[in-house]
């Protein structure tokens, strides 16, 4: 089946622009991710939502940072009031857990660039 | 919380040899051990993981040990070749928690023609 899409692939803005970036999960998979690479580093855990439970927050690095799940389905990751060390690629992820931890299936990225 | 740390950072082979990365965590609790693999301008993708009920596990070149009481665990690739080049990231997961995955920095591996 279709793997895990994000939308736009390619975002670039201007220094304090607020940006909406897009996650389609695969069908059926009760959790969703979001991370953030920077050019040549790690990943880096932003949220996580499984279910319906309240989502962990724990990595957001600023309250300019803000994500929600609708219909425990589609994700969208909003950044406010971009700064340009916003720039990388954020990354969504989705699994499917049943008694522990599953397979992260990656999205393509979205490579954010803030001017 | 938990930590991963992921040594080296980069790991330079001549094609046919092996290749050793190594991943300490911090949290007795964790469980669930994979990696992943990104190719240049891709996105990470599963290539073997193992659970803490075994101490290895092993899919063709690629093999994976786990020593819990270390709380250490490695990914072996033996007959290396070219497009084995990429970076490989570890992680660590536990169930029953937040399910979520913490991830290693990252090891760049260079296999050389």
């Known amino acids: 089946g279709a793997g895990v899409s994000q939308s736009p692939s390619n975002k670039v803005t201007e220094k304090g622009k607020d940006v909406e970036l897009r996650c389609d999960p695969i069908s059926g998979h009760t959790a969703l991710y979001w991370y953030r690479q920077s050019l040549g580093q790690g990943l880096e855990f932003l949220i996580y939502f499984q279910g319906n439970s309240a989502p962990d927050k724990s990595g957001l690095p600023s309250d300019r940072f803000s994500a929600e799940r609708t219909g425990g389905s589609v994700s969208t990751l909003t950044i406010q009031r971009t700064q340009q060390e916003d720039s990388a690629v954020y990354l969504c992820a989705s699994s499917f857990i049943a008694g522990g931890p599953g397979t992260q299936y990656f999205g393509p990225g979205t490579r954010l660039t803030v001017l | 919380g938990e930590n991963v740390e992921q040594h080296p950072s980069t790991l330079s082979v001549q094609e046919g040899d092996s290749a050793v990365i190594k991943c300490t965590y911090s949290?007795?609790?964790?469980?669930?051990f994979p990696w992943y693999k990104q190719e240049l301008g891709k996105r990470p993708q599963l290539i073997i993981d193992i659970r803490s009920n075994v101490g290895e596990k092993k899919d063709q070149r690629i093999a994976v040990t786990l020593n819990k009481t270390a709380k250490h665990f490695s990914l072996h690739i033996t007959e290396t070749q070219p497009e084995d080049s990429a970076v490989y990231f570890c992680?660590?997961?536990?169930?029953?928690?937040?399910?979520?995955?913490?991830f290693g920095k990252g090891t760049k591996l260079t296999v050389n023609p």
């Open positions: 992680a660590a997961g536990t169930q029953g928690g937040s399910e979520k995955l913490v």
């Open positions: 949290d007795s609790a964790s469980n669930y």
